[in-house]
């Protein structure tokens, strides 16, 4: 296990690495003059030379790929075009908020999702079950904005049952007041994914020689259910939530930017429209590092699971 | 021997002895009368005593020792002045914090802004030698208490008022003036507002409340400049203490102190109790940062937000709702949008081709369709409430819409469809062309219909929208025919638009790379003018120019409504908007505070 360890996170510099090429050369491919912009509508030519000059955009494209990479490296970051500002600093106050929303919506997908998919395998083509589906359905279907915007009408506007914005402390009421609505908007198109995918699994493994068994021993429903069932089934359910992570980074750039939340995702947008490289880097880095590392949680927990899972033949 | 000498001499001294009884009786009634005068005089004075000096004689002084306007209560709010802690100010207003929903500053760098976001703050936090006066665009004395120019307008004398302080409680002098002038211009900053002290040669200081500056050449709108958060004076040791930190750390003169900054979230600023002109009414300025229109909309709508503007969509609803109307106002912007002719360049550098174009696009039933009306059809540069303005030439411009005259006009200029294919050719080469805008739902349904418009006369457009990094390189290298954008003004003076198009300006801001050298001679003479009347006429020919030679097509002046909630007293918007207001007689209701 510990070599597997090993040889998944030397694997993941590799993928950064990856990561930081593509995105430092789109970067440098894109249109427009980050010093330009600084200047706002009304172009300065001397301060923007000043710019260029002081941020290595007059540097040789190779220069400016590695003195980038080493900053990265180093946590000695650059400063950001638009903020002039530590990038350090920049994400690390908005990664907390970012992390806590990803955190709660995942729970929200989960709580959700788990639940409603076992019951429609278990009363499977019942009215409950067609009901699920097709809520899921229309989960899925339905674009973050639009159901970000009819939350916040309803439950914010109208009914005045839920904040909105970004809370001075996460975990405090204020938080959970705030976390709610953005977490629902973005755990609810995941929910969905994860109930058709419980139902489908739990179908599966209901059928089983397996489950048959234990009935026959006379275990009661909600044990074979859950404990003989439901485990079985939670293995394609974990590899879905796992590669969900990625959705919720994407999801939280227009989640976060509907309801004021300013994590990662409303940062990223910005820096993109201003060109702010340094930032837009930093940032893509830091989502990579996320997606490589649960996926290795992923992994780890199959074991757990299913302790007949064993890395050196996953590896193989 | 009695001399003779000696008999007068005797003579002399009996009469003497005689005169000098009847002059001592005299001496001694005139001294009576005297004593008396005296003391009946005395008596008047001690009765006249005023030993506090408030103008009330002691016999008549209600409050004895003291001065009397300590009992007055001077701005009508029921506290005498003696216990006033804000004399000038209505006691019973203080309190409340003001909430704002808007897009996200970049910095607090008074010297770095270029965005809204961040003068709405700046503007709160400095002050300036200069501002203007609320709600308007005049410009009235702000640390500077009175100026003077010199005749040949190069020297501006500034005499500041004493007794300013900075935030951090330093009394603000002319060398902190000159500091920020000149760091404002300094390399290490690199500021993009270096350009607003171009004509600025030298900052003296004088004494430590007089500073001089002298101008290059002479600049009339100089003042109008010195309103802008950039001219702000700054404590140097804080700025220097702060490093890097300084834009998230400011300290000014303004009306408001810095709280705080929570990194893409608030921006708090509070009230500044020493504030030369007065405490603002409300405790706290809280700036939480939302983008989406519909959401700040929805933030008023749940009452936690103070004022905003009223997004298109709801328009209606805003105009059925007599509550929405009461507490709102509409202003007119100094801003104008339009859509740009590469005049360098084919086919526009052909005026003909620039005027057929603009009797081709519709443009009132555009605005009527998307705005439902609110904005001002657009007919020349200046909007209509920027002085300069000339109503007589709008009601005249000739280039509204008509196809008709749009193709007679083409026709008589060759610019004709040879081939019958439905589309004219100039210069050998068929009028196909790229119309650029930025993204923007406003601009893809306009150009739906003038891609028709043109269409119609002639003319094959293909629209493109680009971000806004983009489109910006793309009208700086000319990499364009047809471009949306639009100009709203740093500095409310007809100047600040005029320069778009000098020659001297290609490629920015002249983007629109239109030379005319009348009008550059009008633009230098009219920086220059000191005759108001003159400088007026100048601005209409200059106007006159542009609405003949039409390097852009004038599309809108945008009008902005705020509203408030009602529990929310002084606000005041000029045309610079809401942004622009130092908002330190806004007072909220001790019911909502």
Redesign the interface.
């Known amino acids: 296990m510990r070599e597997y360890i090993l040889k998944k996170i030397a694997l993941m510099f590799v993928v950064m690495f990856g990561v930081y090429t593509i995105v430092f050369i789109l970067c440098i491919a894109?249109?427009?003059?980050?010093a330009?912009?600084?200047?706002?509508?009304?172009?300065?030519p001397?301060?923007?030379d000043?710019?260029r000059e002081?941020w290595g955009l007059n540097d040789p494209v190779h220069v400016q790929f590695y003195k980038t990479l080493i900053s990265i490296v180093t946590f000695d970051f650059p400063?950001s075009f638009?903020?002039?500002?530590?990038v350090g600093?920049?994400v690390l106050?908005?990664l907390p908020r970012t992390i806590f929303l990803g955190v709660i919506a995942i729970g929200v997908s989960v709580l959700i999702a788990i639940p409603a998919g076992i019951v429609s395998a278990y009363r499977h083509n019942s009215i409950i079950d067609n009901i699920t589906m097709v809520a899921s359905q229309v989960g899925v279907a339905t674009p973050n904005f639009w159901l970000g915007?009819m939350l916040?009408?309803v439950f914010?506007?109208k009914l005045?049952m839920f904040e909105?914005?970004?809370p001075?402390t996460l975990l405090s009421l204020d938080g959970f007041s705030k976390v709610i609505l953005p977490a629902v908007t973005l755990g609810t198109g995941m929910a969905a994914i994860t109930a058709r995918l419980t139902r489908s699994s739990m179908l599966g493994v209901i059928r089983e020689e397996y489950i048959m068994t234990a009935r026959a021993k006379g275990l009661t429903e909600r044990v074979v259910i859950l404990k003989h069932a439901f485990r079985n089934a939670l293995l394609p359910v974990i590899t879905v939530v796992g590669l969900q992570f990625p959705l919720i980074v994407g999801g939280a750039v227009i989640t976060e930017?509907?309801?004021?939340w300013?994590?990662l995702g409303?940062?990223y947008i910005?820096s993109i429209?201003?060109?702010d490289y340094p930032v837009i880097v930093t940032t893509t880095l830091i989502f990579a590092f996320g997606v490589v590392v649960i996926n290795l949680i992923v992994d780890l927990l199959y074991s757990v699971i299913d302790p007949r899972v064993e890395f050196e033949k996953v590896t193989a | 021997m009695r001399t003779r000498a000696r008999h007068y001499a005797m003579l002399f001294a009996g009469e003497k002895t005689m005169r000098n009884r009847k002059l001592r009786w005299m001496g001694f009634l005139i001294s009576l009368v005297l004593i008396g005068a005296i003391v009946a005089f005395s008596g008047c004075i001690s009765e006249e005593k005023d030993s506090d000096g408030d103008g009330i004689p002691d016999s008549e002084d209600q409050y004895p020792g003291e001065d009397d306007k300590l009992y007055l209560d001077d701005d009508g709010d029921g506290v005498i002045n003696k216990d006033d802690e804000y004399p000038g100010r209505n006691d019973t207003r203080f309190g409340g914090a003001f909430v704002r929903?808007s897009s996200?500053p970049?910095?607090l760098?008074p010297q770095?802004v270029?965005?809204q976001a961040s003068i709405e703050i700046c503007i709160k936090v400095f002050d300036t030698l200069v501002h203007f006066a609320p709600g308007t665009t005049e410009i009235e004395p702000g640390l500077a208490k009175s100026w003077d120019v010199s005749d040949d307008g190069l020297e501006y004398t500034f005499y500041l008022r004493e007794g300013v302080k900075f935030h951090n409680g330093r009394n603000m002098t002319a060398d902190d003036v000159k500091y920020s002038f000149d760091r404002l211009v300094s390399?290490e900053l690199?500021?993009?507002?270096?350009?607003f002290a171009s004509e600025i040669s030298d900052v003296t200081v004088v004494n430590a409340t007089t500073v001089k500056l002298t101008l290059e050449y002479p600049f009339i709108p100089f003042l109008s400049k010195l309103a802008y958060p950039s001219f702000a004076p700054l404590p140097q040791e804080e700025v220097e203490a702060a490093g890097?930190d300084w834009?998230?750390n400011p300290v000014g003169t303004g009306p408001f102190k810095f709280v705080k900054w929570?990194?893409?979230?608030?921006v708090v600023i509070e009230a500044f109790d020493d504030y030369w002109n007065g405490r603002p009414y409300i405790d706290t300025y809280e700036y939480?940062?939302?983008?989406?229109e519909?959401?700040i909309w929805?933030?008023f709508?749940?009452g936690d937000v103070s004022l905003s503007g009223v997004p298109s969509p709801h328009w209606e609803e805003y105009l059925e709702d007599d509550e929405l109307q009461e507490y709102s106002m509409t202003v007119s912007e100094l801003v104008t949008y339009w859509l740009y002719f590469n005049c360098e360049t084919w086919p526009f550098k052909e005026k003909a081709i620039r005027n057929a174009v603009c009797y081709g696009l519709k443009k009132k039933e555009i605005l009527d369709t998307i705005f439902k009306g609110r904005h001002l059809e657009a007919r020349g540069p200046l909007p209509p409430s920027l002085w300069g303005f000339d109503q007589g030439l709008y009601d005249d411009y000739e280039y509204t819409y008509d196809p008709a005259a749009a193709k007679a006009l083409l026709d008589e200029n060759g610019i004709v469809d040879s081939n019958g294919d439905g589309i004219r050719e100039y210069e050998g080469q068929e009028l196909k062309i790229e119309y650029q805008s930025y993204v923007s739902d406003t601009w893809q349904t306009a150009a739906e219909t003038h891609l028709a418009n043109l269409r119609e006369i002639g003319i094959e457009a293909e629209y493109n929208q680009y971000?806004?990094?983009?489109l910006?390189?793309n009208m700086?290298e000319g990499n364009y025919t047809l471009m949306t954008l639009g100009?709203g003004t740093?500095y409310p003076d007809p100047e600040n638009f005029m320069i778009l198009w000098e020659t001297q300006n290609i490629p920015?801001?002249n983007s629109a790379r239109y030379s005319n050298p009348t009008f550059d001679q009008l633009a230098a003479d009219a920086k220059a003018e000191a005759d108001t009347e003159k400088r007026l006429q100048m601005y209409k020919d200059m106007t006159a120019i542009l609405q003949e030679d039409n390097p852009q097509w004038w599309f809108f002046h945008p009008r902005s409504t705020f509203v408030w909630q009602p529990w929310i007293h002084g606000i005041k918007i000029g045309g610079q908007g809401e942004s622009n207001e130092k908002m330190i007689d806004v007072w909220i209701e001790p019911d909502h505070q």
């Open positions: 894109a249109p427009g003059d980050p330009r912009l600084a200047m706002g509508r009304r172009d300065n001397e301060a923007r000043i710019l002081k400063t638009r903020y002039r500002e530590n600093d920049l106050a908005r915007l916040i009408v914010y506007t005045g909105i914005g970004a001075d930017a509907v309801f004021g300013h994590g409303q940062l910005s429209a201003s060109r | 929903w996200e970049s910095t760098d770095l270029t965005d390399e690199a500021s993009p507002r270096a350009t890097e834009s998230k929570d990194a893409g979230s608030v939480y940062v939302h983008e989406d519909e959401v929805q933030g709508l749940a971000d806004f990094a983009t910006i390189g700086d100009w740093d920015d801001p």
